[in-house]
């Protein structure tokens, strides 16, 4: 129930190409790669917990719905990684094995999250909230 301050949000995604920075990725989609998109943020959490990254509405590649992968750590300890999925993508989302995966239907509306227009926004911005909530183990 209490904000986390000093931990670390990293998120990761493909580009509006639907290409990652990542070689695996990238080394036979040069040609696709977004060079202008860096494909990852980090942020320190302040003392209410918070966090903001700007970035592009997640597409989809082959195989996967649009989504965004984040990992949140504290110190040396990782203490979540998981997926932010979009909201108005219903029916890439159900087709998406990972999103699939998570049958609590709680907890699959925990991870997805409607993008919605900026108010007075002359470029089309969007925002989106994602909580992210850790649990504690009873050894903590």
Excluded: M
């Excluded at 903001?52 to 590649?61: A, G, H, L």
């Excluded at 699959?108 to 989106?128: C, H, P, Y």
């Amino acid at each position: 129930g209490q904000p986390v301050e000093g931990a670390v949000v990293e998120i990761w995604q493909c580009d509006a190409n639907g290409v990652y920075l990542h070689t695996a990725d990238s080394d036979g989609k040069k040609d696709k790669q977004d060079k202008n998109f860096q494909g990852f943020g980090r942020f320190v959490t302040g003392n209410t917990g918070e966090y903001y990254f700007r970035t592009i509405k997640p597409v989809p590649y082959p195989g996967r719905t649009p989504h965004i992968h984040f990992k949140v750590k504290k110190g040396r300890k990782d203490l979540l990684t998981t997926q932010l999925y979009v909201k108005d993508e219903k029916q890439r989302n159900e087709k998406d094995g990972i999103w699939r995966s998570v049958k609590d239907e709680k907890q699959r509306d925990a991870i997805t999250v409607d993008f919605a227009k900026v108010k007075d926004s002359k470029i089309g911005e969007l925002s989106a909230n994602f909580v992210i909530v850790l649990g504690v183990t009873p050894a903590e």
